[in-house]
């Protein structure tokens, strides 16, 4: 079993403070809507992907890399093009999360010896990831516009939460190292409640 040790250095407290602006904060604060706050908790992950890990880290770092940039794809598209400003918040806040854990499960990968998937959204293996969007879908997403593309942003983002639970989860069940195995809490964690927030949106927007 190959054993990875990381030293507590700076590189340790650039990674723990990146996680604290990830944090997923509560629902208490006004001027949110609940489950987007992101920036105000720490996160309860390790600061480095230390100690033993095995092939199920591996697996949900190098899947949930392509997941996570698809979301921030999306968040861009509803950033630019939705006419809701809950979706545009909500947007913003996946993308601020989800981004600093795109750093973070690369530089895990590589401490690990394993190849960082290129920064694609789509190709090979792509449909076997639980909630990701086919072409055919973004396409879509990105032709739709006004009310209808916050509603179909919405209701693929839910789709595409849902799958990142999935991995999370399994994460959780199989994993190893630590570090791994708490960011996926934290990602279960956290879509969770945005899952929960996007629901209760859907039914606030218009229908056309």
């Known amino acids: 079993m190959k054993h990875v040790r990381i030293t507590l250095g700076g590189t340790a407290l650039v990674v723990a403070a990146t996680l604290v602006l990830a944090g ?7 001027g949110t809507m609940p489950g987007m706050n992101h920036a105000t908790t720490p996160t309860a992950a390790p600061s480095s992907a230390a100690g033993e890990f095995n092939d199920a880290d591996v ?3 190098t899947q949930m890399i392509p997941h996570h940039q698809q979301a921030v794809q999306m968040s861009d598209m509803a950033i630019r093009k939705a006419t809701t400003a809950d979706v545009k918040r ?3 806040a996946i993308k601020a999360a989800q981004n600093p854990e795109v750093k973070l499960l690369s530089g895990w990968l590589t401490t690990w010896g394993k190849p960082v998937p290129a920064p694609e959204h789509g190709g090979h ?5 639980p909630g990701m969007m086919t072409e055919d879908e973004m396409s879509d997403l990105g032709n739709s516009s ?3 593309f916050d509603r179909m942003w919405t209701q693929l983002m839910i789709k595409h939460h849902t799958g990142a639970v999935t991995m999370a989860k399994t994460e959780q069940q199989a994993g190893r190292d ?3 195995v708490a960011l996926a809490k ?3 964690t956290d879509q969770t409640k945005e899952i929960a927030t996007m629901k209760r949106l ?3 927007l218009p229908v056309s």
């Open 24 to 30: 997923c904060g509560d629902d208490s604060d006004s």
């Open 59 to 61: 697996t949900f770092a």
């Open 90 to 92: 909500l947007a913003t």
């Open 125 to 129: 293996g792509m449909s076997e990831m």
């Open 146 to 148: 006004g009310a209808m």
């Open 178 to 180: 630590t570090a791994a």
């Open 186 to 188: 934290k990602v279960e």
């Open 202 to 204: 859907l039914g606030q």
